[in-house]
């Protein structure tokens, strides 16, 4: 038991320790709102993208994400598109996955655009 107890304090101190050293990595991650066709749609919420691991791990600090979206009459964010991005494919999934969580009010609909810009040390 008490072998069993170590060994999950153990695994529970060095997946903190990972955490904070990812968290202390980021420097930056800002969303820009480029453009809106009209502006009707009134956010509701709207998350970060996380930081991809990996992108460090390969050497990429910096990147941006451009995407457009339109916003459904009940606030929901629909037809996501990446229309530009650098480097290709590091910061896009995490970019799209944040921007499809996002919530408007119901109501109006929009055509939006937005780029997110990454930085890490």
């Known amino acids: 038991m008490k072998a069993t107890s170590k060994l999950l304090l153990g695994l529970s101190l060095s997946f903190a320790a ?13 969303v820009t709102t480029l453009g809106a066709a009209s502006s009707g749609a009134i956010e509701v919420s709207r998350a970060m993208p996380v930081y991809p691991v990996n992108a460090h791990k390969n050497g990429n600090h910096r990147g941006r994400v451009l995407i457009g979206y339109d916003v459904a009459a009940d606030g929901t964010v629909q037809d996501i598109k990446v229309l530009d991005a650098y ?10 996955n944040a921007v499809k969580n996002w919530r408007y009010m119901p109501g109006a609909t929009d055509k939006r655009m937005v780029e997110f810009t990454f930085m890490c040390d």
Not at 18 to 30: F, M, N
Not at 87 to 96: C, D, G, K, L, S
């Open 18 to 30: 990972a955490g904070a050293l990812a968290d202390e990595r980021v420097t930056a991650i800002s």
């Open 87 to 96: 480097p290709v494919q590091v910061f896009t999934r995490t970019a799209v």
